[in-house]
């Protein structure tokens, strides 16, 4: 089992910066890919980015060239650099980590949840 633990959250001014993470606690070796995702209230949840095992990233066009996503396998830790921010970056951000297929458990794991609000 797994268990991802996020931090990080907060308040923040337009323009302004945050950095949240998620450290992966317990069979790790059951993860690669680690993904944000992120719910604004009454929205549905959408995607933020993600990284590959190997460090190639992905990002919604929303956060692209403000988020910035990077991992530290040692530490077993995803980390979310934002950038800019925007009031309508406003949400519930989640990490994310779908499981090995070689591994028992759940398709995939979810952390707590950490709230980013972004005031204008």
């Known amino acids: 089992q797994v268990q991802l633990v996020e931090s990080g959250g907060g308040l923040v001014q337009a323009g302004g910066s945050l950095r949240l993470s998620c450290a992966a606690l317990g069979e790790t070796f059951c993860l690669s890919t680690m993904v944000w995702y992120r719910q604004a209230p009454g929205k549905e949840r959408e995607l933020v980015g993600a990284?590959?095992?190997?460090?190639?990233?992905y990002y919604a066009d929303s956060v692209k060239g403000r988020f910035t996503i990077s991992r530290d396998n040692a530490k077993n830790t995803v980390y979310l650099q934002m950038n800019s921010l925007k009031p309508e970056d406003t949400a519930v951000y989640y990490c994310?980590?779908?499981?090995?297929?070689?591994?028992?458990?759940?398709?995939?794991?979810w952390g707590q949840g950490t709230q980013v609000t972004v005031s204008s």
């Open positions: 990284i590959s095992s190997g460090g190639s990233t």
């Open positions: 994310n980590a779908p499981n090995s297929d070689y591994c028992p458990g759940p398709a995939d794991y």
